[in-house]
């Protein structure tokens, strides 16, 4: 810290400049005039014989010494001696205000420098307390109080809290948990910048430490607002004046190096949060569905994009047993972490089967959709729900057996024509009791079975319009009747651009297409 200079003594600067002025005036006049420093803490040197005159010189704070008229005395008495006593007095007093304003600016400049230095020591990677620290001791120190402390606004904004002090115990500072509803002084320097409290003051012993007659309080803030208040304590009844903008400077310097840290910590929170988030979207990305499909004669190809990291789409394919694969496409409400919450437990019950596959198809589907309506009724909030088509595949009966609860109707490309499925229920989440019916077509070779969620079908173009059934069953219809699985996937997928082309964002979307294999 930049410390100010003792003014005990005059410094050599100073000396010579009144020195100088000494001889100038005797010069002109005829009488000696001389300079006495004080260099015994304000005592007067013993008076000459022939001193005429004597007038103190201080610099505003303390005494510097003595301009001494020396001459005839019997003049002194005279109308010259009494002009010359003036002048005298007059010289006294500018030299005076001189010195003062000297010792104002070299202090100044000591908390300029001061302030300079903790901005610079402060920029770093400073741990919390450590700046708090070093900015109370410079508080203390920059204006002459006797102790210092910082309290912090906790997250609700409704107390205050100790958090450092500086020259004093923390266990002598009054109501070191200050709630802002008792009306602490805290809270007027809060809403107007600072205030001020003397021992006199009504209800003062609850905020003052014991043996201080004064406090002054300063908001600390941040560019988002208050998060605190500086108190300097001090013995004396004193008023702050020049004082007051030192305080505000190092309640600046406090709020800026609070902000960098949270700032800090915000960064490194985000940086973890990221990592999850990336962590997680690989955890939804599925299992070989193509792989799992072929092994029983199928030809699966789908997507499921999410708008974000991550998405509450599900798109799956669970092995039954050689042949039969659980076909499931699902969409929860609401985006990223949310929605992938809820859709990641359905994924998870539906993975279940995989270890132990029912016998029979028909009650299958209408089951499985139930428990999974119940379990997200217990487990979800009541804005949470879930569209969920499952349904089973068996390639020896060519059937395709399944349950709609409130997802958008699959379609069934059969002789070139779009057949739109039934549904068979409310969105699964909304009410506990709902029961679920199922339906059984048949799906062979040569036909092509289309599921998708909202997110393809309410595409829209610029105009608003949405891609629709019609879109998705006319970019089938209208590709090669040999086409793969992947290639009628990517014909949707290019209609579904050309549709959306200068259009709105869109929401996440999936898509799958199963045939036999060619």
Known sequence: MHRV???????????????????????????????????????????????????????????????????????????????????????????????????????????????????????????????????????????????????????????????????????TIASPSRNLLDDPPDLDALARGRTRILRADARAAEWLPDGALGGSCQCVATSEGPIGTLWCFDRRTRVPAGELSVLEAIAAQMGAALERMALRCESA??????????????????????????????????????????????????????????????????????AALVMSAVRGALWMLEASPPENDRPLCKQLVARLNRMLCRLTAPHQFMSLVAGVIDVDRHTFTYTNGGHPAPLLIAGGEPIALQSHGLLLGVADDVTYGSSEIGFGPGEALVLYSDGISEARDAANRLFGEDGIAAAVCGARSAASSAELLAAIQRSVERHTAGGPAGDDRTLAVVQYDL
């Open 5 to 171: 200079p003792s003014t005990t003594t005059l410094v050599s600067a100073d000396a010579a400049w009144i020195d100088g002025l000494c001889r100038r005036f005797s010069r002109a006049t005829g009488w000696c005039l001389e300079f006495d420093r004080d260099d015994a803490g304000g005592r007067a040197h013993i008076a000459a014989a022939d001193e005429v005159w004597r007038a103190a010189v201080h610099d505003g704070r303390e005494p510097r010494g003595f301009l001494r008229l020396r001459g005839d005395v019997g003049r002194a008495e005279s109308r010259t001696g009494r002009a010359l006593r003036d002048l005298i007095d007059l010289l006294a007093e500018l030299l005076s205000r001189t010195l003062a304003a000297g010792e104002s600016l070299a202090s100044q400049s000591s908390h300029v420098g001061t302030l300079l230095s903790l901005g610079v020591s402060l920029g770093g990677e400073q741990e919390l307390p450590s700046a708090v620290g070093h900015l109370l001791a410079a508080a203390v120190e920059l204006t002459g109080f006797e102790s210092a402390a910082f309290l912090l606004l906790d997250r609700d904004g409704c107390s205050l809290h100790l958090r450092a002090c500086s020259r004093i115990a923390a266990e």
């Open 269 to 338: 929170n985000g940086q973890r949060l990221r990592h999850d988030v990336r962590v997680a979207s690989k955890s939804q990305e599925r299992p070989g569905a193509e792989t799992a499909a072929a092994c029983i004669g199928l030809d699966v190809a789908s997507i499921c994009g999410s708008r974000y990291e991550l998405g509450g789409d599900l798109c799956d394919f669970v092995p039954l047993d050689g042949r039969r694969l659980l076909v499931a496409v699902g969409d929860a409400s609401g985006d990223s972490v949310p």
